[in-house]
């Protein structure tokens, strides 16, 4: 089965970010991730505050948000202002060692190692064997073309389809998966332990042994460590990137929902939240992995490199913190009733439906070259000419038509609506469920802003056309 980087070989450009093509029109030459170029002309200060205070924070912070999760569901009754009771009666360092050294279980044995070693060989192995379509993502500045397998969706139903599997054969020995919700702690533990570890490899193996040539240094090992040294690197053939934002990532956040839901069934029978938040949650994962591929061309897989910020977040914060709303609501079931489960899974399905619709949009004008219908009509389109830094012209195509003509990044709308609908159901005793939906409209946020600097870098003054075509981020007529 193929699996290779396909490389195309240019002359390097001599460090412009703008190139004149043969018709004398100006091209911004593309632009996906840090380079030392983009450094200069910054004040110093500047370059101390992102490349090492802030790398350093994150890496010193960041351990303790998913164990604080956890803290807080099993012993704050999922609330944050217990939590914050704790700290003031102890002090925050002295809270922490609580937590730490007398709250958490550290591995006693090795059944937690085992699942996970097991479940990421499972992944592995069907990574490897699944059949699927061969995919390319967007041509990176080196002139470097990422293939896939498309084999995702396949991948989480037949994971899903074990899992309950493997819940009635164990349930004839007297056990079950809820054990992964009885030891999380351990899990969570074992998971930041690995994520250090790894991400200390990938930093090696960037600079000595990297899968392509996007990669390199910035001359500062932690802001290396933390961002990374390769765009796209493989190992033993296996795609970096996939696998943690994917097949572990996304995957575990499906396994535990299901997990979490099981837990609930065997304390409380049956309860309509928690089937609820469950069904919205899965059937967004679900349809993820129906559009793989087209995950592949976002901002995630283009512009981030394989380094702690997105790997300790596909391996640790995605299953520690995602997966929250359905953690709560074990311990704090709710009665909804028939009506209001039915009106939140209505305006859930129906916020998918949008999304979805949305990417498709998109995917639809680029797969027939901008001859098709959007809403019935031809679509407005921009050809966006870039180039790359071997010195090759690109062209890509920027949709202002349906639901994209509406602002730059309309399908977010639909996804924070959905992520409100699986929150919902925990009602409002405790803030704690609303943790999520609170941190997705700010990574959104965020998001777009990176999204339109690397845009506008990438294309230029075709950017600032779109602009003014589709003059919205995210909210028509406010934002």
Same mark, same amino acid.
């Given at each position: 089965m193929e699996r290779e980087l396909i490389l195309r070989s240019g002359k390097k450009l001599a460090g412009k970010n703008n190139i004149d093509n043969k018709n004398g029109t100006t091209l911004s030459n593309g632009f996906h991730d840090h380079k030392k170029d983009s450094d200069i002309g910054l004040p110093i200060y500047r370059k101390f505050f992102d490349q090492i205070v802030v790398p350093f924070l994150l890496i010193l912070v960041t351990p303790h948000v998913g164990i604080l999760f956890w803290y807080t569901h099993r012993q !704050? &009754?999922?609330?944050?202002a217990k939590l914050g009771m704790m700290f003031t009666e102890k002090s925050f360092l002295s809270g922490m060692y609580e937590i730490w050294y007398r709250t958490l279980h550290w591995p006693q044995d090795g059944? !937690? #190692?085992? *699942? @996970?070693i097991g479940y990421s060989m499972w992944a592995l192995f069907l990574m490897a064997v699944l059949p699927g379509e061969r995919v390319e993502g967007p041509v990176t500045p080196k002139g470097n073309v990422p293939v896939y397998i498309d084999n995702g969706f396949k991948h989480f139903v037949i994971t899903m389809v074990s899992l309950a599997a493997l819940t009635v054969v164990l349930k004839q020995y007297g056990m079950s998966p809820s054990v992964v919700y009885d030891r999380f702690d351990e899990i969570l533990l *074992?998971?930041?332990? #690995?994520?250090? *570890? #790894? !991400? +200390? #490899?990938?930093?090696? $193996?960037? @600079?000595y042994s990297p899968s392509s040539? &996007?990669?390199?240094?910035?001359?500062?090992p932690l802001f290396d460590y933390y961002w990374g040294t390769e765009l796209y690197p493989r190992i033993f053939n296996f795609d970096v990137k996939v696998f943690?934002?994917?097949?572990?990532?996304m995957t575990v956040w499906g396994l535990l929902v299901a997990i979490f +839901? @099981?837990?609930s069934y065997e304390l409380h029978g049956f309860v309509d939240s928690m089937f609820v938040s469950a069904f919205l949650q899965l059937a967004y994962i679900t349809k993820f992995f129906w559009w793989e591929a087209g995950y592949m061309r976002t901002i995630d897989i283009m512009l981030d490199r394989a380094g702690y910020y997105i790997c300790w977040g596909c391996l640790v914060f995605i299953p520690s913190f995602y997966a929250s709303v359905s953690l709560y609501l074990v311990s704090k079931p709710v009665n909804l009733g028939p009506v209001t489960s039915l009106l939140i899974c209505f305006c859930g399905l129906t916020s998918i439906y949008i999304n979805y619709? +949305? &990417?498709?949009q998109k995917q639809r004008v680029r797969q027939t070259n901008g001859e098709c219908l959007i809403w019935g009509k031809k679509p407005n389109i921009l050809r966006? $000419?870039?180039? @790359?830094e071997s010195g090759q012209e690109r062209e890509s195509i920027l949709l202002a038509s349906g639901w994209w003509g509406m602002s730059r990044h309309f399908h977010y709308i639909p996804e924070i609506l959905l992520a409100f609908c699986w929150s919902l159901p925990a009602l409002t005793e405790n803030i704690m469920p609303y943790s999520y939906v609170i941190f997705l409209i700010i990574l959104l946020t965020h998001r777009s802003f990176r999204d339109d600097t690397k845009c506008g870098m990438k294309y230029g003054k075709f950017w600032a056309e779109y602009c003014r075509k589709v003059p919205h981020k995210i909210i028509p007529y406010l934002f």
């Open positions: !704050c &009754d999922g609330s944050y059944l !937690c #190692f085992y *699942i @996970l *074992i998971l930041n332990v #690995f994520s250090f *570890i #790894f !991400c +200390a #490899f990938l930093y090696l $193996k960037g @600079l040539t &996007d990669c390199g240094t910035s001359g500062n943690t934002n994917c097949r572990f990532g +839901a @099981l837990k619709i +949305a &990417d498709w966006a $000419k870039y180039m @790359l």
